[in-house]
């Protein structure tokens, strides 16, 4: 199933303007909004369209063409922002994808996609596992076209080794503020504050950890059920796609989730929220601790 995307062009009204003066400037039209489907199941044919898309380009400059100037990426191997991520993820390659599991959730302006891929890539000159493993986008549109504010993959070798540094400077300041909203939304599952912590997250949010795709209500079950470190949070890294703030880190929170024991290893982590301050909401999270 198709979906076709029709801008909406607010129509100009041209005021003569009176004898003797200049002919008043045109108002240029309003930027095109999003055209969103009708429903859940035109909805989830637009977020298969987009991720077929973004799996099939394999070279630099057409996964830039996709991002938005304040994209960022995480994986196993830590975070890249816009330039570095194309790079990357050429270098990784994208043999015959397969796309499975597509769940979209709208939130606002942003379109938030989980889902499962199975390909084969390479990281570091190793090869990666080909089975399905989660992958989260969210989309917005911008300059006419659907374009990635954050993509995360979770496929990782066996034994997840330590994660690099960032390898772009960021904001300072801006990634300062994120650093602030991660600790204060994690704190507050630390802390057993679960009224503050289920009131942040978004009624549209998707998750991927290692026991796969999740959205809102998973997370609250697990925010009662678990039990956490407090969170420490290095090498965070933010930027802002219009009401969304990106945000990216090394977190280090050991997990206690009935049997099962995440460890308190350093590991990549990104967070997405719409709004600011206290009306702040997480609309995606991507964490790539996983049991040893």
């Known amino acids: 199933m198709s979906v076709l995307l029709l801008p909406i062009v607010a129509a100009l009204t041209l005021v003569?303007?009176?004898?003797?003066a200049?002919?008043?400037?045109?108002?240029?039209?309003?930027?095109?909004a999003a055209a969103w489907p009708a429903d859940d199941a035109g909805l989830s044919a637009l977020a298969?369209?987009?991720v077929n898309d973004w799996m099939s380009r394999t070279t630099a400059p057409a996964l830039e063409a996709a991002m938005q100037p304040c994209f960022q990426f995480v994986s196993f191997q830590g975070a890249?922002?816009?330039t570095g991520a194309a790079q990357r993820l050429a270098a990784m390659g994208a043999g015959s994808p397969k796309v499975s599991n597509v769940v979209a959730t709208r939130v606002g302006d942003a379109?938030?996609?989980?889902?499962?891929v199975a390909l084969t890539q390479t990281a570091d000159s190793k090869s990666l596992p080909a089975d399905a493993a989660p992958r989260l986008g969210v989309w917005q549109m911008a300059d006419g076209a659907w374009k990635l504010a954050a993509w995360a993959s979770l496929n990782m070798p066996?034994?997840?080794?330590?994660?690099?540094?960032?390898?772009?400077?960021?904001?300072?300041?801006?990634s300062a503020e994120g650093a602030a909203m991660v600790t204060r939304f994690l704190g507050t599952q630390h802390r057993k504050e679960l009224p503050a912590f289920e009131a942040m997250l978004a009624d549209g949010l998707q998750v991927i950890n290692f026991k796969g795709q999740k959205v809102r209500k998973d997370i609250e079950r697990g925010a009662e059920a678990a039990t956490i470190d407090e969170p420490k949070v290095a090498d965070a890294r933010a930027a802002r796609c219009g009401d969304l703030t990106v945000v990216t880190c090394t977190l280090t929170m050991g997990q206690k989730i009935g049997w099962t024991k995440l460890p308190a290893d350093p590991a990549p982590f990104m967070a997405v929220f719409q709004g600011t301050?206290?009306?702040?909401?997480?609309i995606a999270m991507a964490n790539t601790n996983k049991p040893k």
């Open 48 to 50: 298969s369209q987009l």
């Open 22 to 32: 200049p002919p008043a400037a045109a108002v240029p039209p309003a930027p095109a």
């Open 158 to 174: 066996e034994v997840r080794p330590a994660p690099a540094a960032p390898a772009f400077a960021g904001d300072a300041a801006v």
């Open 277 to 282: 301050g206290d009306a702040a909401k997480v």
């Open 16 to 20: 003569p303007s009176p004898q003797g």
């Open 111 to 116: 379109l938030v996609v989980t889902c499962l």
């Open 80 to 82: 890249c922002d816009r």
